[in-house]
């Protein structure tokens, strides 16, 4: 009870700020899709029993994960299920991977709900907040001492890394066709402007959950800068463009030492290296 255990890992002394402990939503999407990929690798390989398990177990969580985890009341997914004090209704990001991830965990119906709400309540422009402003535990700054940021941490901050599965989840519901790529790239537009601002060519880690979105956290966070950047390879077709380069060699070569030579004439009275410098009367 007193582990953080998924990627909201905010913890202050003993207090977990988001303990998540039951099932949550992006573990199972995660599950989901390594069965998938196991059944593919195992026939791939000649191991039919162990991908017949696979396809088993991933239809059997697929069955379950549909009939569990759509919250009808509020129109999307549960965040976690099954937790000590029930199923938790957070409206968070997470559960993005279950459309992102995995094409029939959800149906396309269900996804649309989930990305109308996800954009109206989570979507900044400069990535997604963790928890909807609706919520009483909403925080709309990173700011304070440790607690106070702490608890900020998963409660609303906003994190870029976020729009990768977002762009990716909204372009599977919403199709590609010239339109609707356009509008899934538009979504990036905000952290292609702060490439110049916290760290030259870096994202930053967060932002605050309120304009104007504050940069906070590290200014350089390696998972801010490679799920939008994937998901501008995969999913938009985008490439960075190239230029070859020619490499010229050089060769250094140390010049042989040679004994320095007087440059003393004949008949020259001037002092010669090493001779004492004194007058004599």
């Not at 255990?5 to 977990?16: P, R």
């Not at 059997?60 to 938790?88: H, M, Q, T």
């Not at 790239?185 to 932002?207: N, P, T, V, Y």
Request: charged share 25%; aromatic share 8%; glycine share 8%.
């Amino acid at each position: 009870p007193g582990a953080q255990l998924t990627w909201m890992d905010a913890k202050v002394g003993d207090w977990v700020v988001t303990p998540r402990h039951g099932k949550p939503v992006e573990i199972q999407a995660l599950w989901v899709r390594a069965l998938e990929v196991g059944e593919t690798l195992a026939r791939r390989f000649g191991e039919v029993d162990y991908a017949d398990w696979c396809r088993n177990d991933r239809s059997n969580a697929i069955a379950s994960f549909r009939k569990r985890f759509w919250y009808e009341d509020g129109g999307y997914l549960y965040d976690v299920i099954d937790g000590p004090e029930g199923d938790d209704a957070s409206l968070r990001p997470n559960q993005l991977y279950a459309v992102s991830l995995v094409d029939d965990l959800v149906s396309h119906d269900r996804a649309l709900q989930i990305l109308r709400l996800v954009e109206e309540q989570l979507l900044t422009p400069v990535g997604l907040r963790t928890l909807a402003p609706t919520d009483n535990r909403y925080r709309a700054r990173y700011e304070g001492g440790v607690l106070e940021r702490d608890g900020a941490y998963h409660q609303g901050t906003v994190w870029p890394f976020l729009l990768g599965p977002f762009v990716t989840a909204w372009i599977k519901v919403h199709g590609k066709n010239p339109s609707t790529l356009k509008q899934a790239r538009s979504f990036l537009d905000g952290i292609s402007a702060h490439l110049k601002e916290a760290c030259l060519g870096q994202l930053s880690e967060m932002f605050d959950a309120e304009a104007p979105h504050r940069a906070r956290g590290c200014y350089a966070q390696a998972w801010s800068v490679a799920e939008p950047l994937r998901t501008l390879i995969e999913d938009l077709g985008i490439q960075a463009k190239t230029q070859k380069t020619t490499v010229k060699r050089v060769i250094i070569r140390q010049r042989k030492k040679t004994a320095p030579q007087s440059t003393q004439r004949k008949g020259d009275k001037s002092l010669r290296r090493g001779e004492d410098a004194t007058l004599n009367p």
